[in-house]
């Protein structure tokens, strides 16, 4: 059992909009930042948002990430096909001497 | 470019131990702590702990507690991430990544424990 917790899936057509939630507590998400990433089957993830809301350059502005409290999302508008992939969000957990967590993976269907 | 490079796959049986490497390049080794991540089949993403070039401290997940040790050798700006007394739910792809933002992974190394 993942400490942040996703919903296991998610689907939307082209050009659509949806929206992928990450659920935490005052230890990891209340008080830093969230991060999200992008996973296709045999490949090594990719970092798509750090710091909350920030994106790397070369990712889209199609995706975009926010928080509120202890939870965060990632958005990603005008859906493609290439987005289909498993996505993870993740944050430092302040308890114990620190450690990362991320959250079981949302996996996105272009239908 | 940054690239992290990883050792091959590897074939082990249940109770011994495993070593990957990854291998750092177009950075500075020592500007940036690199984490180990693995991925069973069929789950998610597991953080396993890490480790700060720099200073050689380490940092690791209470469920890998006593049985993985991070280090690293600067001279060849190479991580390694050692697990032992593997058992078959330990058979995964293991993942290196850098920096606290894991903004560069390396390619995975698949670790298949059975007898």
């Known amino acids: 059992q993942s400490v942040l917790t996703q919903p296991p899936s998610a689907s939307g057509t082209p050009g659509q909009r949806v929206t992928i939630s990450c659920s935490g507590s005052?230890?990891?998400?209340?008080?830093?930042?969230v991060f999200w990433y992008q996973h296709l089957p045999g490949t090594a993830p990719k970092l798509l948002i750090y710091?909350?809301?920030l994106r790397p350059s070369g990712v889209p502005d199609r995706f975009s990430g926010s928080k509120s409290g202890t939870s965060a999302s990632l958005a990603i508008s005008g859906l493609r096909s290439e987005d289909e992939a498993d996505y993870y969000c993740?944050?430092?957990?302040?308890?114990?001497?620190?450690?990362?967590?991320f959250g079981g993976g949302t996996k996105l269907t272009v239908l | 470019q940054v690239q992290l490079v990883q050792s091959g796959a590897e074939v082990k049986k249940p109770g011994a131990s495993v070593k990957v490497s990854c291998k750092a390049s177009?950075?500075?080794?020592?500007?940036?702590?690199i984490n180990w991540v693995r991925q069973a089949t069929g789950q998610g993403l597991e953080w396993m702990g890490w480790?700060?070039?720099?200073?050689?401290?380490?940092g690791y997940a209470q469920k890998f507690q006593g049985r993985v040790t991070i280090t690293r050798n600067t001279s060849i700006s190479t991580a390694y991430m050692e697990l032992s007394s593997l058992r078959s739910e330990d058979t995964a792809v293991y993942y290196c990544?850098?920096?606290?933002?894991?903004?560069?992974w390396g390619q995975g190394t698949l670790v298949t424990v059975s007898s």
């Open positions: 990544a850098r920096g606290y933002s894991h903004d560069y």
């Open positions: 710091r909350n809301n």
């Open positions: 005052s230890s990891n998400i209340g008080s830093n930042y």
């Open positions: 177009g950075y500075t080794f020592t500007s940036y702590d």
């Open positions: 480790v700060n070039p720099n200073s050689g401290n380490t």
């Open positions: 993740a944050a430092w957990d302040d308890s114990l001497s620190g450690f990362w967590v």
